[in-house]
């Protein structure tokens, strides 16, 4: 029964919330839309108010907001997902409305955001809003800032967007087996003048790692160093989105890293230059020319780069193990190891196992191996060259002439201009080019005497 004294308890607090927020406004908390695609979905115009170039999301969609009075409100739910990391291999992660990473939330800088979080995880939960600027009540740390959001509740956030940029957002409550599990997203600002540095295309990604035992689909939550799956937005070669651009178009790529190692991204074909990071833009007299970007763990990175070389330009992550997906780590180095004795010695200790990678590993590429159920090739992909070998954190940049704003559909593969692929030279014809003689006929350097200066007398000697 409502006593007296409830009531008027309860109609302070509204009339308090209301004149700080205007929650009386909120007729209801909105709809959660969810989404069980894993392509990338169109991008969603901006429906009043500033103009600017949405965002679009790698394998990834926007949250789409309601407006209600000058309030842009969101409706975040943080639950258990199946995500497929690329075609053959499914996960059981935690994300937001049906996906990992959430939805992209999208913003203009002076906007006000009513943002719900509904908890469907087994566990409390929070949202923190990294790299915004924001009263410290609604910086998302359980405990510090605010109570944790038990299992079943609905929370509210409310705030200004101060600052434009490119952000995150992720869970400060149980962190550590919450982002294990996939829970982030991002949070893009755009600048309240549309003419500031104004792109035609803007992609967006974050980058997660995973630990899967072979044939498991849950990750494991503790490990700290040994991770075998390198994603961007949870999946991996080939099941990220390529980035299609129109030629001469200008191209924002937004880059955020959740995982626990930093890495230098790299991109065929350009030269580009940091714009921003979570800390705000890069001012033009700050930046240096690069061709690799590292993105530092717990941050983001943006690039700009005008689209003027055509071609299928790959897009990856510089550190080789990245661009793999699960393999073991123990891997002994048989480069040059004789075949024929590495298998004899090999099937004596395990008959029928063949000895492999005494060319390198590349033919794992084309190779059809047993898998264990639910686990990806260490290596796969093919262009209309052959096997691409490759995995985890790589996709391609494709750039055409002609194609629509705003259309994003895989353009196929570059079409070189004639006499413009590297190409096998017929050597019978040519002739066989004069060569050195072979290291093994040269003397041997003088290793005893180590006489490095000058190094006169050993090896070069034999050059003349
Ligand atoms: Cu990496």
């Known amino acids: ?5 409830n009531f008027i308890a309860g109609s302070a ?17 909105p709809e959660a839309p ?20 949405p965002t679009v999301t790698l394998n990834g969609w926007t949250l789409p907001w309601r407006m209600n009075g000058d309030w842009k409100e969101f409706h975040l739910v943080a639950e258990p997902v199946v995500r497929e990391i690329a075609p053959g291999m499914r996960a059981n992660l935690w994300g937001y409305n049906g996906q990992t990473p ?25 949202v923190h809003w990294h790299g915004l600027l924001l009263p410290n009540g609604m910086d998302g740390v359980g405990g510090l800032t605010q109570p944790h959001i038990p299992v079943g509740k609905t929370f509210v956030y409310e705030f200004v967007l101060k600052n434009s940029g490119t952000f995150m957002y992720h869970p400060h409550s149980d962190e550590m087996v919450q982002m294990a599990m996939g829970m982030m997203g991002m949070f893009i600002v755009h600048p309240k003048n549309p003419n500031f540095r104004r792109v035609d295309r803007d992609f967006v990604f974050i980058m997660s790692a995973y630990q899967f035992d072979p044939g498991t689909a849950l990750p494991k939550v503790a490990e700290m160093l040994d991770f075998n799956i390198w994603t961007w937005n949870a999946r991996v070669f080939p099941g990220i989105d390529v980035l299609p651009v129109r030629l001469g178009d200008r191209v924002r790529v937004r880059m955020a890293n959740l995982t626990m190692t930093a890495h230098p991204i790299h ?36 690039f700009d780069v005008v689209a003027d070389a ?9 550190k080789s193990h990245h661009t793999m997906n699960a393999m073991g780590h ?17 099937s004596s200790v395990a008959p029928g196992v063949m000895a492999m990678g005494t060319d390198g590993m590349g033919m794992m590429g084309e190779m059809q191996m047993p898998l264990p159920f639910n686990t990806l090739p260490m290596m796969t992909g093919t262009g209309q060259f052959g096997p691409i070998e490759m995995g985890g954190m790589f996709t391609v940049m494709k750039v055409r002439e002609g194609l629509a704003p705003n259309d994003y559909k ?29 290291a093994s006929e040269a003397p041997a350097m003088d290793m005893p005497g180590m006489d490095m200066p000058g190094m006169g007398h050993g090896g070069h000697q034999g050059h003349h």
């Open 330 to 346: 123990n891997v002994v180095n048989l480069i040059g190891a004789p075949q024929r004795s590495l298998t004899k010695a090999v």
């Open 310 to 318: 055509p071609g299928d330009w790959a897009f990856h992550c510089h």
């Open 102 to 126: 959430g939805p992209t939330i999208e913003g203009v800088e002076g906007d006000k955001v009513r943002i719900f979080v509904t908890n469907k995880l087994p566990e409390k939960t929070t």
């Open 13 to 29: 607090g509204l009339i308090s919330a209301a004149a700080v927020s205007g929650r009386a406004q909120a007729a209801a908390i």
């Open 1 to 5: 029964m409502l006593s007296r004294r």
């Open 410 to 438: 895989d353009p196929g593969p570059y079409k070189n201009p004639p006499g413009m692929v590297a190409h096998e030279v017929n050597v019978a014809e040519a002739g066989e080019p004069p060569r050195q003689p072979d």
């Open 267 to 302: 991109l065929h074909g350009y030269h580009f230059a940091v714009s921003s990071t979570d800390g705000g833009w890069v001012p033009e007299s700050a930046q240096w020319p690069e061709t690799t970007i590292d993105v530092p763990v717990g941050a983001t990175r943006a």
């Open 34 to 53: 969810t989404m069980a695609s894993t392509a990338m979905q169109p991008p969603i115009p901006p429906s009043q108010g500033q103009e600017y170039q």
